[in-house]
C-alpha cells in the first residue's frame, strides 16, 4: 500500500534557522508528492508539489525536491520566519483507477513547528 | 478563483444527535473527497465520489453516509454522534485527468468543517 512517513516533531526553531523536515514514502505505482501546511485553527494549503523523480517543488522560500532513488521529500527552508510556525504535512497521491479521476491522498503524521523570536 | 467551500464552519451536537456537512467543490470539478482530521492528528480518508457515484471507501463508520448531487455538490451525513467524532472534517475536490489535460493528482481542500460532539 501507500504510506507517508515524516519526521516527528515538535520542531522548535530561533528565527532565521534553517528547517530540515524529513520525509519519505513507499508507493504503488508513481506518485506525486506534495506539502501541506495547516497554521492554527485553519484548514489545510497547498505549499508545494513535485510530480516526477528530480523535480523541485518551492514556494514561500520553501523548497522540496523530489528523489525517487531515496523514496524521499525532504522539505528545507533556510531561513524560517515566525510566521512559519505551522503544522506541515508530507503527502503522495497515486491514480486509484485506470482512466479514472480517484486521486487518494495519503499523508503523513504531520510536524509541528515552531519559530520563536 | 472559486474554491471548495465547505457548510457550516462549526457545528455543535450532543451525543447520538445528526449532522450533515455539505461541500460544493470547485466548478468543473467532477470528484469529491472526504476526509476526517482528530485533534492532533492526520487526515484520514473517508470517502469519495466520483460522477456521483462513491469511488472509494476509507475508514468510514457505517453510522456515517454520503453522497454527490447532480450538481456535484456533496454531503456527509452523521448520526448516533460520538464524542470520537468530534474532529475537522475536510472536503476536497479534483478533476478529471485526460489524456489532453494531465493531472498532477493535486486535491483543492476547503476550509473544514468542525465538529463539537459534548
Known amino acids: 500500500g501507500n504510506s507517508v512517513t515524516q519526521m516527528e516533531g515538535p520542531v522548535t526553531l530561533s528565527e532565521e534557522a534553517f528547517l530540515t523536515i524529513n520525509c519519505t514514502y513507499t508507493a504503488t505505482g508513481y506518485p506525486s508528492l506534495f506539502w501541506y501546511v495547516q497554521y492554527p485553527g485553519e484548514g489545510l494549503q497547498l505549499l508545494l508539489k513535485?510530480?516526477?523523480?528530480?523535480d523541485k517543488g518551492s514556494n514561500k522560500g520553501f523548497e522540496a525536491t523530489y528523489r525517487k532513488e531515496t523514496t524521499s521529500f525532504h522539505l528545507e527552508k533556510g531561513s524560517v520566519q515566525v510566521s512559519d510556525s505551522a503544522v506541515y504535512f508530507c503527502a503522495l497521491s497515486v491514480r486509484e483507477n485506470s482512466g479514472g479521476s480517484n486521486y487518494k491522498l495519503t499523508f503523513g503524521k504531520g510536524t509541528l513547528l515552531t519559530v520563536n523570536p | 478563483a472559486a474554491g471548495v467551500i465547505q457548510s457550516p464552519r462549526h457545528l455543535i451536537k450532543e451525543k447520538r444527535e445528526t449532522a450533515t456537512l455539505k461541500c460544493y467543490p470547485i466548478p468543473r470539478h467532477d470528484t469529491v473527497y472526504w476526509y476526517q482530521q482528530g485533534p492532533g492528528q492526520d487526515p484520514q480518508f473517508l470517502i469519495s465520489?466520483?460522477?456521483?457515484?462513491?469511488?472509494d471507501k476509507g475508514s468510514i463508520p457505517d453510522r456515517f453516509s454520503a453522497q454527490q448531487f447532480s450538481d456535484y455538490h456533496s454531503e456527509l451525513n452523521m448520526s448516533s454522534l460520538e464524542l470520537g467524532d468530534s474532529a475537522l472534517y475536510f472536503c476536497?475536490?479534483?478533476?478529471?485527468?485526460?489524456?489532453?489535460?494531465?493531472?498532477?493528482?493535486?486535491?483543492?481542500f476547503g476550509e473544514g468543517s468542525r465538529l463539537t460532539v459534548l
Open positions: 465520489f466520483y460522477e456521483k457515484m462513491q469511488s
Open positions: 476536497a475536490s479534483s478533476l478529471r485527468a485526460t489524456t489532453s489535460k494531465p493531472n498532477t493528482g493535486e486535491l483543492f
Open positions: 513535485a510530480t516526477k523523480a528530480d
